[in-house]
């Protein structure tokens, strides 16, 4: 990652931190805010982030541009602003000019750009764990019961060590499937299966313990903690459940035979 990068990420981070926070929570954003804050966005170039320099984007490697995505699960807005980055990637791929403001879903897709909003899907939803992570740690700092705060509690300390490792194997998945993919070459959508099943799990069971942490509190529509889990399952099911990628994964090792089984797991 080069000093551009670097500030790239800072500069998105800001920007995206300042929307998600100054978003309303259980209720719809007035028309007019909704136009100045993606043009906010639009100012700073994010829906064209994925797209190569050569056709007007910023030209960001393969790992740095999924970095970016990560960034964008991590702080929430109430704007597609993922699925606007892969349709104007998959328009440039295409020849075609990038789209006119806001795209709210993506259909038609070939079997590489399902793979490519696969990826992406997965790591925002490393972000939005990573988020979740932290949110529920604050909490049981913050919260107290018996003149205790409840991280003093074995219990709650438990179920912070599983909500943790979650989140990390989720992340590492996801990680390990960008990396794969930066190097080119085969193993690439095997990776990206892996990481599809696995931090699908990972959300599945991460939500449930920082709701469990939370207690009613993360259900209230002016708490974040509820904006966050829904959109994990919301993301869970879209460009592959992950029942669809458990399935190709066990395709995909089946079909290499016994003799490549080991050579592929170690290469996974």
Request: one cysteine or more; hydrophobic letters at 45%; proline letters at 3%.
């Amino acid at each position: 990652m080069d000093d551009i990068s670097s500030i790239l990420y800072e500069s998105a981070q800001r920007l995206l931190g300042d929307l998600s926070e100054r978003a309303p929570t259980g209720r719809a954003l007035t028309d007019e805010d909704r136009a100045a804050g993606w043009q906010r966005i639009e100012e700073m170039g994010l829906p064209v982030a994925l797209v190569s320099e050569g056709a007007g984007g910023f030209g960001l490697s393969e790992a740095d541009a999924f970095r970016l995505v990560r960034i964008c699960g991590r702080n929430i807005v109430p704007w597609p602003l993922v699925e606007t980055m892969l349709a104007n990637r998959f328009a440039a791929e295409s020849g075609s000019e990038p789209r006119e403001g806001p795209v709210e879903t993506l259909s038609d897709l070939t079997p590489g750009q399902r793979e490519t909003a696969a990826l992406a899907r997965a790591m925002q939803m490393a972000g939005a764990l990573d988020a979740i992570l932290d949110m529920t740690i604050s909490h049981v700092q913050e919260r107290q019961q018996f003149g205790r705060a409840l991280a003093k509690f074995q219990a709650v300390q438990h179920s912070l060590a599983i909500l943790a490792s979650e989140v990390a194997a989720g992340q590492a998945a996801a990680d390990h499937a960008v990396a794969r993919r930066a190097q080119g070459g085969e193993g690439a959508t095997l990776a990206i299966g892996i990481a599809r099943a696995r931090i699908g799990e990972a959300c599945s069971k991460a939500t449930a313990v920082a709701h469990q942490l939370h207690g009613a509190m993360g259900y209230a529509q002016e708490h974040r903690l509820h904006l966050y889990t829904t959109s994990l399952w919301k993301w869970r099911d879209e460009f592959g459940t992950q029942v669809w990628w458990t399935r190709q994964v066990g395709r995909e090792v089946l079909a290499s035979g016994r003799d490549a089984f080991w050579p592929m797991v170690t290469v996974a």
